[in-house]
């Protein structure tokens, strides 16, 4: 590959836009025109006599000549030396990509591009420095350029210090001189990346901003400047292409003779040509109003549908369309890039200059109540709508409105000229609108996508413009990604963009009342964590610490069970360092074990510890759904009536939640095949059509299935088998071998022992004794109290429940008892007499 | 492969001078006749020249009412007549208006052509008095 700039134009403009006279062309065109100017004065003077005529007629001469002059040079500079189309030898750069061999790169970079160049190697040169890398290219483009200075700043970099950085680093990896000046192949790599990326953009010259992504790519100092940095090589792809985006959008708003630009002002002899409008202006919003106002407005994602609905719009009969989607996913958008694109001028030529009308039901609804005007004022409003000849009308929510509209509407929708859209939901299509065959027959429905994520990072970034504006603050790109990462984990039944767009809404207002004149990372994760009531974000000491220690935390509340304890603690950790399945649920465990071992609170603990609340925990208990009729109880129904689920609700409406499927057994087989779903792809439809995600659950089966296998095993000594145990199940068909299969881990609770026991007596009198150290009350636990309760309470079939009845009858109640009755006073030391269980005051 | 580099700074200057940027006027040019053409779409205001004006027509009586006909007739005719007069005065505006960009066109076209004459003509003029 050959790279040299001297021989190239590009490289020849650049050396003479140094030349003085072009340098300073632009600022002798202003003074000479200034100069031009008061020149008149001068010969207004002369011909009072107080000034020489010829003199005051030869300085004006001259002040325009000069003028003309330098007013040529500068737009030779700018529009010429400066610009990207140097490269008129017939070359092309596709070509060149595919044989960099036979051509010099150096021909195809842009003049910035060529500075850039040019700084690197002068800089090289200085230092003597005869084999350039990529390193001082990097060093030289995020000196000189304000682009690259801008996209490092808007990703959170410092700029200053990555120049000293780089500098450091240049003047380190020092080498030998040679005798000639060449180009390493990193560097010539980075430049042949670069035209790669222009050829993929649709570009004819390499710009300093693909040179940057191609550093991003392949440049080592820059990759470690963007891990330590948290950000990735596509970051700053896409920073580049918004950017090339606005610059665009910023050219083309001040290009004020071309055509799309003229095209704003619309057009007065169509505009004669219509009909008016008095009752629909009444009762609508004019969209082509409003989006003559935007100015960099632009409307990203769903192209797909926007020219599909335009093609439905432009025929001649039944052009109406029936936009169907997520409210959120940006249907309203479709209806705002319609009415953009017929203003421009930009649309098909049946709809350019078409004024497209949203009619707004609410105002009308709220306004007239009676049926009979109403019917009759949205006659007139349709008919209008029609006689107009230039009106696409919108009718938001249709489906909130049908049995108002349904009747009238109907009449119009089959006419010639009559071009509508109607926007519904999914629901609102499959309740009300497919009710009325005849109705949906008028319309082509088109549905609408949610936007991918790389679309909403887009949308994002022209908001977050709007945003620094309003507000005075910086967005960073880097707060920009997390919200889209974010709300795309932690709010999965909201669509993008919305759910990203309310996000970043909030996240400026948190920063902008915390005084913070930049959005961070932080910022967001902060929202996030206080809208989900879950920590996110980079983990804090405390959580690792939390994390770390899972297994002492939950056995302060579970005795024994360490099997269990390890598996379920290891699948949290998997998931909150980001490396489990993001398909799947977090975890997904049976456990197996008699009544009263602790599987329950095992769950709760976790509930407790991980989600922060042992309320997150969605408890389901199985033995109700033992037919198959009850499985519209747990995923909801439409019909006949209406209900929720059990499970699809609350996991929808809170999706970061523990869900504890009790007795999971005594549920019917087909019921459990459900969670065949769940289990393998994280998420469920619901009977209103709606999908359920379990990705952020942890979901724990609990079943005394079994258990009397696991007595005998105890009972006879036997260490716990946990392969015969399953063997079991599946063999008598409680199980089938599919679903056991699924679960992340197949836990077995040990059946609690007489020591197992007095620990338990231990945590549960310890509760009782906090709860008295709050009213200043000494309960002091005695050995003996422990094995008395044990005594009283141990049967193994029932594990520790009846524990909790004792201390319940025995304990609790003799306190109770004392307190209100005044026996016992603040800083009393009290001790419980095992025996009768009568209190002891203050003992010896 | 003619290389662009082996071109001197007055060749480059010669033919962006006297051949891209002409040629770039006209297109600006174009633009504003086109635009002109669009705005005020004399033609359809040609085929709509006796239209009603603002669509605006009133429907006749069903049955027989003489003076209600007669009312609606009236209040039709002016409609267009109206329209017709609002119509012709947009139509002269737009060919007045395309007149001007016609012209004006030809005249930036040509003083652009006429830069570097009107340059050197200037510096003879001021040393030779």
């Not at chain 2, 006749?60 to 005719?77: Q, V």
Request: hydrophobic share 45%.
């Amino acid at each position: 590959m050959e790279f040299d700039i001297k021989k190239t134009s590009v490289y020849r403009a650049v050396k003479t836009e140094r030349f003085f006279i072009f340098r300073f062309a632009e600022f002798l065109e202003k003074a000479f025109l200034y100069l031009f100017v008061f020149s008149f004065l001068l010969i207004a003077l002369s011909l009072l006599n107080s000034f020489s005529g010829m003199l005051a007629l030869q300085l004006s001469v001259a002040s325009f000549t000069l003028f003309l002059l330098f007013w040529e040079l500068s737009l030779f500079s700018r529009l010429k030396l400066k610009s990207a189309d140097l490269q008129e030898y017939g070359a092309n750069l596709s070509d060149a990509v595919r044989q960099p061999a036979d051509y010099n790169l150096a021909e195809f970079l842009s003049f910035e591009a060529c500075k850039t160049a040019e700084g690197a190697i002068k800089f090289c040169r200085k230092r003597k420095i005869t084999e350039i890398n990529s390193t001082p290219l990097f060093y030289s483009a995020i000196k000189n350029e304000k682009d690259i200075k801008l996209i490092c700043y808007r990703l959170g970099l410092d700029v200053k210090k990555l120049q000293d950085d780089l500098k450091n680093c240049i003047e380190k990896n020092r080498r030998q001189p040679q005798s000639s000046e060449t180009f390493s192949g990193d560097f010539e790599n980075i430049i042949l990346e670069a035209a790669k990326v222009c050829v993929e953009r649709g570009k004819k010259s390499i710009g300093e901003k693909e040179i940057l992504v191609a550093l991003a790519r392949h440049d080592e100092f820059f990759k470690k400047v963007l891990v330590s940095a948290d950000l990735k090589e596509k970051d700053v792809e896409n920073i580049t292409l918004w950017l090339d985006s606005v610059e665009n959008t910023l050219s083309q708003y001040k290009k004020f003779w071309t055509y799309e630009s003229l095209s704003k002002n619309g057009s007065l002899g169509k505009d004669w040509a219509s009909g008016f409008t008095v009752a629909l202006d009444q009762y609508s919003i004019d969209w082509r109003n409003i989006v003559s106002k935007w100015t960099f407005k632009e409307i990203i994602g769903n192209q797909k549908e926007i020219e599909q609905s335009e093609m439905v719009l432009a025929r001649d009969s039944l052009s109406n369309v029936l936009l169907v989607g997520e409210p959120g996913v940006g249907r309203k958008s479709i209806v705002q890039a319609i009415a953009q694109r017929c203003y421009f001028g930009a649309n098909l030529p049946e709809l350019n200059n078409k004024r497209v009308v949203e009619l707004d039901m609410v105002a009308l609804l709220s306004q007239i109540q009676d049926v009979e005007k109403m019917e009759t004022v949205l006659d007139r409003i349709f008919q209008e709508a029609l006689a107009a000849g230039n009106v696409i009308l919108v009718i938001d929510e249709i489906h909130e409105h049908i049995d108002t509209i349904r009747k009238i509407l109907s009449k119009y929708l089959p006419m010639k000229n009559f071009q509508f859209i109607g926007i519904t939901t999914y629901e609102g299509l499959h309740q009300k609108i497919e009710q009325n065959s005849s109705f949906l027959q008028y319309f082509r429905k088109i549905e609408v996508p949610e936007v991918s994520e790389l679309e909403t990072i887009r949308i994002l970034q022209n908001f977050a413009l709007e945003l620094e504006q309003k507000h005075k603050i910086l967005i960073l790109y880097p707060s920009i990604r997390e919200i889209v990462n974010l709300a795309g984990r932690y709010f999965p039944s909201i669509p993008f963009p919305k759910k990203a767009l309310d996000v970043l809404d909030e996240v400026v207002v948190y920063a902008v009342s915390q005084k913070e004149k930049v959005v961070m990372p932080h910022d967001v994760a902060k929202i996030i964590s206080d809208k989900t009531e879950i920590p996110v974000g980079k983990m804090e000491f405390k959580e690792k610490e939390v994390l770390l220690n899972l297994e002492n935390l939950i056995h302060q509340r579970i005795v024994n069970q360490s099997e269990a304890v390890k598996e379920i603690s290891d699948a949290i950790r998997r998931a909150r360092a980001g490396i489990a399945s993001k398909k799947r649920p977090m975890g997904a465990f049976l456990f197996l074990g008699p009544t009263g071992v602790g599987k329950t609170e095992t769950s709760k603990a976790l509930a407790q510890i991980y989600f922060g609340n042992e309320s997150k925990m969605i408890r389901i208990d199985m033995s109700e759904f033992q037919r198959i009729s009850d499985i519209p109880r747990l995923i909801g129904a439409v019909s006949p009536v209406e209900q929720q689920g059990l499970l699809t609700t609350p996991v929808r409406e809170n999706p970061f939640s523990l869900i504890l499927l009790d007795e999971i057994e005594k549920a019917h087989k087909n019921i459990l095949n459900l969670f065949l779903q769940v289990f393998d792809e994280g998420y469920i439809t619901d009977g209103q059509g709606r999908k359920a995600l379990f990705t952020n659950t942890i979901i724990i089966c609990t079943s005394n299935a079994g258990a009397e296998i696991i007595f005998k095993q105890v009972e006879t000594g036997q260490k716990l088998d946990k392969q015969k145990l399953i063997d079991f199940l599946i063999k008598n068909k409680i199980f089938k071998p599919e679903f056991i299969n699924r679960f992340d881990a197949s836990v077995i609770f040990n059946p609690l022992t007489k020591e197992n026991l007095l620990n338990i007596a231990n945590l549960m009198l310890g509760s009782l004794k906090k709860n008295l150290e709050e009213k200043e009350i000494e309960f002091e636990i005695t050995e003996s109290l422990k094995e008395k309760i044990v005594e009283l309470s141990y049967k193994p079939e029932f594990g520790a429940r009846e524990m909790r009845r004792v201390i319940q009858d025995k304990v609790e109640n003799a306190v109770a008892e004392a307190l209100i009755a005044d026996k016992i006073q603040k800083s009393d030391k009290i001790e419980i007499d095992p025996e009768t269980f009568e209190i002891i005051i203050n003992p010896e | 492969m003619e290389q662009a580099g082996e071109r001197n700074i007055i060749t480059l200057w010669f033919l962006w001078h006297f051949y891209e940027m002409p040629k770039f006027l006209f297109s600006v040019w174009k633009n504003y006749l086109k635009f002109g053409s669009n705005y005020f779409s004399i033609p359809l205001l040609f085929k709509t020249l006796f239209s009603p004006w603002r669509r605006y027509k009133w429907m006749y009586p069903k049955g027989f009412d003489i003076i209600e006909f007669f009312n609606t007739l009236i209040s039709n005719f002016f409609s267009r007549v109206l329209g017709a007069i609002c119509r012709v005065i947009l139509i002269v505006i737009g060919i007045i208006f395309q007149i001007f960009i016609f012209i004006s066109g030809i005249l930036v076209i040509l003083f652009w052509l006429f830069i570097p004459l009107i340059i050197i003509s200037g510096f003879l003029i001021v040393f030779s008095t």
